[in-house]
């Protein structure tokens, strides 16, 4: 009989193995032949089953290296919103308006959490990607709230039309702080940072004198997106506790808002549908997210494949010619062919 320390032995070599089919090596090519578009400061860390499939990192810039994450914030952000659905706090049917009233006095009274975390308030959005990434004007999502509610137009009913915009992931970071009479940061460290384990993750604005950012002001580290994409693949669960509830997830990572509804997609998404805070790049037999993607136009593109069951993060520091997403999708077809699907 095989001892257990021979067992054990044999286990952790033949680790490394079982995802060696994994063309690492074309990874590798791949992301060197890229540099003018992605640049040298880069992590990628590709995990499967708690192991490390691929990393790749510099001294000054590792899977600990806390960076902004962009667009790529919506996805926390979302499903700390679950957390407060699955506590009964709220519901994503539930009117901005039953939390801030004066919604109602500006016209604003029929827009949802569900419309806000799926781009589908109706209000006006200023011109311009690079709007988003302005030094907002408001020193407090307070401010912000009632900003949008008495200073925006209603162009399209709400819920029959996706624009991408700030706008209502703003106003479902003031409504949590309504619900919890806590500040947006603190309020997702308790509730789902830390829980995780994503202790390189803040959305503590480095401004002072300027609003949270729900939307697109998260810092965080590859090593901590890997954390919550494994959270979501383990149906919830990290760290022995259950983030998350199975239906929490699959409301998530549903489809909200089809390719073909979408009027203004963020270059680079086209054809793709709208979760919540993410985009679906794959879908099952059943119409199911089977692979999601939370990319930013600041170069952070976390994505996890539910049907292989492995994550990918890659966080660029200075992305000054963003590549097209063929770049990544021909990144993540690659880890494709390594790792035999498990759902069809």
């Not at 011109?127 to 925006?152: C, H, N, V, W």
Request: aromatic residues 8%; charged residues 20%.
């Amino acid at each position: 009989m095989l001892s257990r320390k021979l067992i054990g032995a044999l286990l952790l070599f033949a680790g490394p193995a079982l995802y060696a089919q994994v063309d690492t090596a074309a990874i590798s090519d791949k992301l060197n032949k890229s540099t003018k578009q992605i640049g040298k400061d880069i992590v990628c860390l590709i995990q499967k089953d708690g192991k490390i499939i691929y990393k790749k990192e510099n001294p000054d810039f590792t899977a600990k290296t806390q960076q902004g994450i962009g667009a790529s914030s919506q996805w926390l952000t979302a499903a700390l919103v679950m957390v407060f659905v699955q506590e009964g706090k709220l519901s994503l049917d539930d009117k901005v308006s039953d939390y801030l009233p004066f919604f109602t006095k500006y016209s604003k009274g029929y827009i949802t959490i569900r419309h806000c975390l799926t781009h589908q308030t109706g209000v006006e959005t200023d011109p311009g990607i690079i709007k988003i990434f302005q030094k907002s004007k408001y020193k407090t999502l307070e401010d912000e709230a009632m900003g949008i509610a008495s200073r925006k137009e209603i162009e399209t009913n709400p819920g029959t039309e996706f624009k991408y915009s700030n706008i209502g992931y703003s106003l479902v970071g003031r409504v949590l702080e309504v619900i919890s009479k806590k500040g947006f940061d603190r309020l997702i460290q308790d509730k789902l940072l830390r829980p995780i384990g994503m202790r390189g993750t803040t959305f503590t604005n480095e401004d002072y004198n300027a609003a949270t950012n729900p939307g697109f002001g998260a810092r965080s580290t590859a090593n901590d997106m890997t954390a919550f994409m494994t959270m979501l693949i383990n149906k919830g669960k990290a760290n022995n506790k259950q983030i998350l509830t199975e239906e929490s997830i699959e409301t998530l990572l549903g489809l909200q808002a089809a390719a073909g509804q979408m009027k203004n997609s963020p270059k680079g998404m086209e054809g793709f549908g709208y979760t919540m805070g993410a985009w679906m790049l794959e879908a099952n037999s059943a119409n199911k997210a089977s692979a999601v993607a939370a990319p930013s136009f600041s170069g952070s593109w976390p994505v996890v494949d539910l049907c292989r069951g492995y994550t990918l993060v890659l966080l660029t520091k200075d992305l000054s010619n963003p590549p097209a997403k063929e770049f990544y999708l021909d990144l993540k077809g690659i880890v494709d062919d390594g790792i035999p699907a498990k759902c069809n």
